[in-house]
Antibody, heavy 123, light 111 residues
Framework: EVQLVESGGGLVQPGGSLRLSCAAS????????LIWARQAPGKGLEWLSG????????YYGGSVKGRFTISRDNSKDTLYLHMNSLRAEDTAVYFC????????????????WGQGTLVTVSS | QSVLTQPPSVSGAPGQRVTISCTGS?????????VHWYRQLPGRAPQLLIY???IRPSGVPDRISASKSGPSASLAIAGLQAEDEADYYC???????????FGGGTTLTVL
C-alpha cells in the first residue's frame, strides 16, 4: 500500500526538542521530494519545510527557519523533522506529504499525505 | 493570516452548485504560479482534489472543477452531496516568501 505514516509527536515543554518521523511504503522513496506541513488546532494548513529526493536541497518557511531541520534517510525510507526551541505556537498536527518528482519546484502539488502526528508544546 | 484568502465558510443545498474563491497577489497566483486544491474531512489528512489550476486526479468526479483569473482562483462543486461537507484549501507558491503557501481554508456545509 502506498502510504506515509508519521510518528514521534507528543507533549514537550517550551524550549524543548522533538524529532518527528515519516515512514514511507509502497513507492520508490528517493524518487520523490517530501514536505512537512502543520495544522494548529482549528486552523488552516501551513507549509514548513521541504527536501528533495536525494536530500541535497532543503527549504524552510519563515516561522521555523533556524529552529527546525528537515532530513531524510533513503536507506530507511524515512523522512525526519528535527524541532528545537519549541514554542506554544508550534502546537499542531504535523503532516508529511509527497511531491510529484525528485526535485521540489514552485509548481509542485502534494499528492500523498500521512495522517499526522500531534505535537503539544506546554508546561 | 494566510497569504491566500479564502472565505471561512460556504453552504448550499443538496444538488446546488457552490464556488470557493482563493485570492492571492502579484507574488503568487498573480505571478502565474499554479494553484492546487485539497479537501480535508474532519480529523483526516488533506486529499488532493485539483492540481495545476483545473486537472482532476483519477477518482475525482467531474462535478468538481476549478479555474483561475488574474490573482484569484476558484473551486466549483456542482450537484452538492452530503459527502462534500469538508474543509477545502487552495495552495500555490509565493516568490516573496520563497515557499509553498496554503489558503486559510473554507468549510463547506451541505444544508
Amino acid at each position: 500500500e502506498v502510504q506515509l505514516v508519521e510518528s514521534g509527536g507528543g507533549l514537550v515543554q517550551p524550549g524543548g526538542s522533538l524529532r518527528l518521523s515519516c515512514a514511507a511504503s509502497g513507492f520508490t522513496f528517493s524518487a520523490y521530494a517530501l514536505i512537512w506541513a502543520r495544522q494548529a488546532p482549528g486552523k488552516g494548513l501551513e507549509w514548513l519545510s521541504g527536501i528533495s529526493g536525494i536530500g541535497d536541497s532543503a527549504y524552510y518557511g519563515g516561522s521555523v527557519k533556524g529552529r527546525f531541520t528537515i532530513s531524510r534517510d533513503n536507506s530507511k525510507d524515512t523522512l525526519y523533522l528535527h524541532m528545537n526551541s519549541l514554542r506554544a505556537e508550534d502546537t499542531a498536527v504535523y503532516f508529511c506529504a509527497r511531491g510529484i518528482a525528485a526535485a521540489l519546484v514552485s509548481t509542485d502539488w502534494f499528492d500523498l499525505w500521512g495522517q499526522g502526528t500531534l505535537v503539544t508544546v506546554s508546561s | 493570516q494566510s497569504v491566500l484568502t479564502q472565505p471561512p465558510s460556504v453552504s448550499g443545498a443538496p444538488g446546488q452548485r457552490v464556488t470557493i474563491s482563493c485570492t492571492g497577489s502579484s507574488s503568487n497566483i498573480g505571478a502565474g504560479y499554479d494553484v492546487h486544491w485539497y479537501r480535508q474531512l474532519p480529523g483526516r489528512a488533506p486529499q488532493l482534489l485539483i492540481y495545476t489550476y483545473s486537472i482532476r486526479p483519477s477518482g475525482v468526479p467531474d462535478r468538481i472543477s476549478a479555474s483561475k483569473s488574474g490573482p484569484s482562483a476558484s473551486l466549483a462543486i456542482a450537484g452538492l452531496q452530503a459527502e462534500d461537507e469538508a474543509d477545502y484549501y487552495c495552495q500555490s507558491y509565493d516568490a516573496n516568501l520563497r515557499g509553498w503557501i496554503f489558503g486559510g481554508g473554507t468549510t463547506l456545509t451541505v444544508l
